[in-house]
């Protein structure tokens, strides 16, 4: 099956930095590459998305790259704010047949401000 | 438009005893998702349900769990007996259409004891 490696678990900035969150998948028929963000007592919410037939994809302050040859995609947050303090899941799955999206352990960002 | 509605939110219970979670998806959203996600992971899918048909649930631990979705709509998720290991946030997610974008629930904690 698809396993999902996430990098940093934690990843600390000031106000204003950028931040970039890795992830890696091994299942190369995956083609569905979605972002979520959780926050305390929450369930996630789907912040951006990109499907492999896409090099990158931009949502304001958000960013998605993918690299197919090499397995992996990053999520690019510009110009830091407190309120984006949350865990952030990376995920990868498949849109043909049997659709199981397998989740990265996720990464707490922390914006100081 | 209201988001996907889940109860209880907490339930705390003792090993071998039964607990029901319940799910209201969006409405008009044919696809239903429950995924267990214990602390520190991303969410493990459990079962997906197209309209009130089972699409997967080969993660789901049929020993113990099991989920119906009547009328294609509300869902159940049900423990039996429950586990020390079962400690975990049982999310439901709804989507408008198959292999479609997911929207979560705030989610179900429970805690055995």
């Known amino acids: 099956g698809e396993n999902v490696e996430q990098h940093p678990s934690t990843l600390s900035v000031q106000e204003g930095d950028s931040a970039v969150i890795k992830c890696t998948y091994s299942?190369?028929?995956?083609?569905?590459f979605p972002w979520y963000k959780q926050e305390l007592g929450k369930g996630p919410q789907l912040i951006i998305d990109?499907?492999?037939?896409?090099g990158e994809k931009k949502d304001q302050r958000i960013a998605v790259t993918l690299n197919k040859t090499a397995k992996h995609f990053s999520l690019h947050i510009t110009e830091t704010q407190p309120e984006d303090s949350a865990v952030y899941f990376c995920?990868?799955?498949?849109?043909?047949?049997?659709?199981?999206?397998?989740f990265g352990r996720g990464t707490s960002l922390i914006v100081h401000p | 438009e209201a988001g996907v509605a889940q109860s209880p939110r907490y339930k705390i219970i003792e090993k071998r005893q039964s607990v029901a979670f319940w799910c209201n998806p969006i409405?008009?959203?044919?696809?239903l998702y429950w995924y267990q996600q214990i602390l520190g992971q991303g969410p493990k899918l459990l079962i997906q349900?197209?309209?009130?048909?089972?699409?997967?649930d080969s993660q789901l631990p049929k020993d113990r769990f099991s989920a119906e979705r009547l009328k294609g709509v509300d869902s159940t998720l049900k423990i039996q007996p429950a586990k020390l290991e079962d400690s975990a946030v049982y999310l439901c997610?709804?989507?408008?259409?198959?292999?479609?974008?997911?929207?979560f629930g705030p989610g179900t904690r429970l805690t055995v004891t």
């Open positions: 997610a709804s989507s408008p259409r198959f292999l479609g974008e997911q929207y």
């Open positions: 995920a990868a799955s498949m849109t043909g047949g049997s659709y199981i999206p397998t």
């Open positions: 990109i499907r492999s037939n896409v």
């Open positions: 299942d190369s028929a995956s083609n569905y």
């Open positions: 349900f197209q309209n009130n048909g089972v699409v997967d």
């Open positions: 409405s008009g959203h044919a696809t």
